[in-house]
């Protein structure tokens, strides 16, 4: 199975860090939301929109 793999420049990885640490119920266990499918899915597409790379979905963005 292949899988595309991005790589990022240090500004893009910093922008990376940046978003993802804004959507909480992502990465903070303690957060309210983090068992909260619906919600991280939520925070995952929001997540998405911000970082606007071209075929980065959801998918790859749990995978980086």
């Not at 893009?12 to 992502?26: A, Q």
Request: aromatic letters at 14%.
């Amino acid at each position: 199975m292949s899988q595309k793999l991005l790589k990022f420049g240090p500004a893009d990885l910093l922008k990376f860090i940046e978003t993802y640490r804004s959507h909480e119920c992502l990465w903070y266990t303690e957060n309210v939301n983090y068992k909260n499918r619906d919600a991280r899915n939520a925070a995952l597409a929001a997540f998405e929109k911000e970082f606007r790379v071209p075929g980065f979905g959801p998918k790859e963005i749990r995978t980086k």
